[in-house]
């Protein structure tokens, strides 16, 4: 049994292996960036759909609002020539229009929060999206220049001294030596 699971473990790690040379890693790597482009690519259209959901949402519930008052109006009127029987229905349709603008706020309420999961969703893809980028960037510096010593590999970094740091080293500086 012990035989088996080692005899297995060697084939598993020799399959493995060879997968590792076939694979090349800038291949994999463009793959992946070209499905995370995708990915991105369905995210930003999703949030744009929701986008264009929230305003039609925003409008209708102008429009209830818009219902509201007028059916206040109305109702005005209906007592002002004293008529209960169409002030009822008038009152009906009033209820029925606050339960729509309830209904319609929550909807909004719960549209904005997704929205808004999927504005951060969207932004930690592009981080890692662009990160990947830059990634596949460097190793085509690298593959494209194998000769260059491990100096040359390092990408160039904007290092900025301040003036504060300049004048704390002199000090630094200064004690040192005259600590000698």
Same mark, same amino acid.
């Given at each position: 049994?012990?035989? +088996? ?6 084939? $598993?790690?020799?399959?493995? =292996? ?8 800038? +291949?994999?790597?463009?793959?992946? +960036? $070209? ?10 259209? !999703? ?43 008038? +009152?009906?349709? @009033? ?24 504005? @951060?969703?969207? =932004? ?11 990634? !596949? ?9 194998? %000769? ?20 704390? !080293? ?6 040192? $030596? %005259?600590? @000698?």
């Amino acid at each position: 049994m012990v035989l +088996i699971k080692r005899v297995t473990r060697l084939f $598993r790690a020799d399959l493995h =292996a060879v997968l590792d040379r076939v694979e090349e890693p800038d +291949i994999l790597l463009r793959q992946a +960036i $070209r499905e995370m482009e995708e990915d991105l690519a369905r995210d930003e259209q !999703a949030y744009r759909r929701h986008e264009r959901e929230h305003e039609q949402l925003a409008k209708r519930e102008s429009e209830f609002h818009q219902l509201h008052a007028s059916l206040g109006e109305e109702l005005d009127v209906c007592f002002a020539a004293d008529k209960e029987d169409l002030a009822r229905s008038l +009152i009906r349709r @009033r209820l029925e229009t606050e339960g729509s603008l309830q209904l319609l706020e929550r909807r909004r309420e719960t549209m904005a929060s997704q929205r808004d999961q999927l504005a @951060r969703r969207l =932004a930690e893809k592009r981080t890692r999206y662009e990160s990947m980028r830059q990634k !596949a960037e460097l190793f085509d510096e690298r593959k494209g220049n194998p %000769a260059t010593d491990s100096v040359d590999r390092w990408p160039s970094v904007d290092v900025r001294v301040r003036d504060e740091d300049v004048e704390v !080293a002199l000090l630094k500086e200064r004690q040192r $030596r %005259a600590g @000698r």
